[in-house]
């Protein structure tokens, strides 16, 4: 074989490697940061959770408010 052809064949085999590789260590770092992206969404759907259950709570509470009021009007005019 001549010298050529070696150095053209561990040129690729280098290249190939280096792809590979490069590849790799990119699949890693897009894995990783899914993983943190998908912890972040998680957080914020159980900050909506949250937040919902919490609006419910609130209509729930403003609407005995409003039963106290009118029974205390009730009374109020009862008594006059």
């Known amino acids: 074989m001549s010298e050529s052809i070696i150095v053209a064949v561990l040129a690729l085999i280098g290249t190939l490697a280096g792809a590979y590789l490069a590849n790799r260590k990119s699949s890693a770092l897009i894995a990783y940061r899914l993983e943190e992206l998908e912890k972040k969404v998680q957080a914020h759907n159980n900050l909506v959770e ?10 729930v ?5 409003k ?3 009118h029974r205390l009007g009730d009374l109020e005019e009862y008594h006059k």
């Open 61 to 65: 509470q403003e609407e005995k408010i």
């Open 50 to 59: 949250r937040t919902y259950h919490l609006e419910e709570r609130t209509e």
């Open 67 to 69: 039963v106290i009021n």
